[in-house]
């Protein structure tokens, strides 16, 4: 079985954000294959971004979602052989809705910078080290810094065509502080079970082998843990 990995907003290549956890899978005895979205940098949108994952699954797979990729893994869950879906500090949606409808009512976050003239969005760079990657070493969260990209607009806009389709886990990330675990809580009542681990956004670079129990036992390998 394959794992499937896709990654959230505002990022680019997609193999470095999931590379702490290749090893750990394959100690399962699990394959796991990044995928780029075409919304980040390219001037793709949703549907190009599910396109991508859909292209990328050629057996059964558990397709693991990250932040917004969360919204990209739902709608492709209709159109692949999908054994399960796992959203790490993901964003679920329902039938109907867009990332933009699902967002909390006000102002736009502080670490995002629109380009409503120019359709994209990006993350704000002084902020990522402490919001995103607090609890990350010093390495990681320059690498990940290097790799911040704008995204399409049109991504965030546009709506799935269904809701969650497949047996399904969240990971509630406890220390996020980008995506409040209230939040999270919200949309992890939208699936079959919830494992909460005291991480921050991004538990596969700074917990890659808790993570890998979690995905490992989605996949219904013996020893993985939910």
Known sequence: MDIVFVHGACVR????????????LEAFGLRSVAVELPSCGAGGD????????????????????????????????SRVDVSHLVYVAGTVPSAGDS?????????????????????????????????????????????????????SLAAFGQPVTVGVSAPSTYVVCAEDRA????VQRGFAAKTDR?????????????RPVELALVIAASAGIVGGQV
């Not at 995506?179 to 209230?182: D, L, R, Y």
């Open 46 to 77: 949703l549907e190009a971004d599910v396109s991508a994952v859909v292209e990328a699954v050629t057996k059964p797979s558990v397709l693991v979602g990250h932040s917004y990729g969360g919204v990209v893994i739902t709608e492709a869950a």
């Open 13 to 24: 290549d997609a193999a470095w954000w999931w590379h702490r956890m290749v090893e750990p």
């Open 99 to 151: 990332l933009s409808s699902l967002a909390a009512p006000g102002p736009p976050p502080p670490f995002l910078d629109f380009d409503f003239d120019g359709g994209t969005v990006g993350a704000v760079s002084s902020m990522f080290a402490e919001l995103f990657m607090q609890d990350c070493a010093p390495e990681l969260v320059s690498g990940g810094a290097e790799r911040l990209t704008r995204q």
């Open 194 to 206: 919830v494992v909460e681990m005291a991480v921050g956004h991004h538990p596969f670079l700074s």
């Open 179 to 182: 995506t409040p675990p209230a």
